[in-house]
């Protein structure tokens, strides 16, 4: 296998045959060259979606009111379901064991100004647990708590771009800041998965905003996270369940699918993974048969080296060397191109989609790479398959009598 002599045939045979040599080796390199682009925009397909979802926590559920379309018990459609303080205490009591957290949330638009810095931002009023659903990670100070709850505190959580907005390279922390007419002292200051837009959000009490702000009882939406022990399916069925209760509970029809509006993440998630794992099989099918067409193409242009080199191989069995030799030499010759060619096929897709990878985002693919294992892999089977299509015609060519392979043309 090592021997520096069988070499040094080896490259002489394929420097006499350039353009054979070029031939077989362009096979294998499109093979995987498209092979690596097809998983790469799928990998980038699937970035997309997680960066999406990682703005928000996975196991969330939103729930917020609308307009009946549909008349139910002498109640006519066209009417406005408000949600209220009774409805977080009443989905407390009923689904407390299921949910790790709920939270009201009411939403302003405000202008933030400290000193001579302002800008307009979206402040919303909510309890502790919704530092989970938004997934907001705390850089200093801390999140909105209880207490402040209890206090009508008027504080605020700021996300790190507001920080940088209003205070520049300085720290927020301890500050006030005035939002509306009213001034609040920033206790946090959070970052986000989601990116700048999500830390360009300020969170303060749901019970001082409600009180500042009409001093009523009416919320704008409830999220709330559920148990992550339960199934996909289970969380469906779960966000279904509640949507029916509130309904019942608002006298609204069973049928009518606007009054009351539940976003269930478990659903999206399921979704997602299913155009995944379609998309995952089409690309695959569409991966391999490439790879059986860079099969198909090597061991045809194998066949017909061996077959052109006949009289060279029944040559060298006159002088005697063994079936096994030539055998050998013609699979490492196979082995060497196959491989060669493969990793010029991997170099040159991954290039690619290094290059192109931020131009695709309009699109919607992001980052679009695609793991080693899986090219290296690939590329394993197609020198699996080069040795296979030496093996076989090498093997075919070492069976013939020297006396026959000399009156080949």
């Known amino acids: 296998m090592f021997d520096l002599g069988n070499w040094q045939e080896i490259f002489q045979t394929i420097g006499k045959n350039k353009l054979r040599t070029v031939l077989s080796g362009f096979t ?32 969330s559920i939103y729930i917020w009111g609308d307009k009946t379309t549909k008349p139910h018990k002498g109640l006519q459609s066209g009417r406005r379901i408000q949600l209220k303080n009774d409805d977080l205490a009443y989905l407390i009591e009923k689904f407390d064991d299921k949910m790790l957290g709920i939270s009201p949330k009411i939403e302003r638009r405000l202008q933030g100004v400290y000193k001579g810095e302002k800008n307009s931002y979206q402040v919303r009023a909510v309890y502790p647990s919704y530092q989970v659903l938004e997934s907001a990670e705390i850089q200093s100070g801390r999140f909105i708590n209880m207490l402040d709850l209890q206090n009508k ?47 360009r959000f300020i969170y303060t009490p749901f019970t001082t905003f409600q009180q500042m702000y009409g001093n009523s009882d009416n919320v704008e939406s409830f999220g709330l996270t ?3 022990e339960m199934s996909v399916d289970e969380a469906i069925k779960f966000g279904s369940v509640i949507e029916k209760s509130l309904k019942e509970k608002h006298s609204v029809a069973p049928n009518d699918q606007r009054a009351i509006q539940v976003m269930n993440y478990a659903e999206g998630s399921r979704n997602v993974s299913n155009m995944m794992l379609g998309l995952n099989i089409i690309i695959l099918v569409i991966g ?20 052109e080199r006949t009289k060279e191989l029944g040559i060298r069995k006159a002088l005697g060397a063994t079936p096994r030799s030539i055998i050998g030499m013609i699979m490492m010759e196979s082995i060497l191109i196959t491989a060669l060619a493969g990793y010029i096929g991997l170099l040159t897709g991954t290039t690619i989609l290094k290059g ?18 899986v090219v290296v892999g690939a590329t394993i089977v197609l020198i699996f398959a080069g040795t296979v299509a030496g093996y076989i015609p090498a093997q075919r060519a070492a069976r013939i009598k020297p006396v026959v392979a000399m009156r080949e043309d």
């Open 356 to 373: 192109i990878g931020d131009s695709l985002e309009p699109y919607f693919i992001v980052n679009p790479s695609v793991e080693n294992y």
């Open 226 to 228: 559920y148990n992550p």
């Open 153 to 199: 505190s008027k504080v605020v959580a700021i996300g790190r771009m507001v920080e940088k907005d209003l205070f520049g390279l300085k720290s927020g922390m301890g500050k006030e800041i005035i939002l509306g007419n009213f001034s609040y002292k920033v206790v946090g200051v959070f970052s986000d998965p989601g990116g700048d837009r999500d830390e």
């Open 288 to 307: 391999i048969g490439t790879l059986i067409a860079g099969i198909i193409g090597i061991s045809n242009i194998m066949v017909y080296i061996v077959k």
């Open 28 to 59: 294998i390199a499109f093979a995987i060259l498209i092979f690596t682009l097809l998983f790469g925009v799928g990998n980038g397909l699937q970035h997309t979606f997680e960066r999406e979802f990682a703005k928000d926590s996975m196991l």
